[in-house]
């Protein structure tokens, strides 16, 4: 089972930027996907960003596409995935989780068997 645990969310003005982070422990795959979820106070659980743990190919929620990145770094002891928020907007305000493992059905949250704790990120003046 991976272990994920996320950081760099915060409070930041419209039209600001902020890059968050997710640092996994244990075994991933390189052909499973990571992704990064979000979750605003009484709406379901959404999906942001995808990409596999190989870094090749990524995938976005079209209300991201353009101002978000989700990259990888990979070495031996530590693998992260990041999700640069850029021109965000009050609309982004969520709890963003990370999750991990999933085989296929990317923007699935049910395939996913590993998941972090979440970052709250607020956008707002």
């Known amino acids: 089972q991976v272990q994920l645990v996320e950081s760099g969310g915060g409070l930041v003005q419209p039209g600001g930027s902020l890059r968050l982070f997710c640092v996994a422990s244990?075994?991933?795959?390189?052909?499973?996907?990571v992704a990064w979820f979000r979750q605003a106070p009484g709406k379901e659980r959404d999906f942001v960003a995808a990409t596999t743990w190989r870094g090749m190919h990524t995938f976005y929620a079209n209300s991201v596409w353009g101002r978000f990145t989700i990259s990888i770094s990979r070495d031996n002891a530590r693998n992260t995935v990041y999700l640069q928020m850029n021109s965000l907007k009050p609309e982004d305000t969520a709890t963003y989780y990370c999750?991990?493992?999933?085989?296929?059905?990317?923007?699935?949250?049910?395939?996913?068997?590993?998941w972090g704790q979440g970052t709250q990120v607020t956008v707002s003046s």
């Open positions: 999750a991990s493992g999933a085989l296929f059905d990317y923007k699935n949250e049910r395939r996913y068997p590993s």
């Open positions: 244990g075994q991933t795959s390189s052909d499973t996907y």
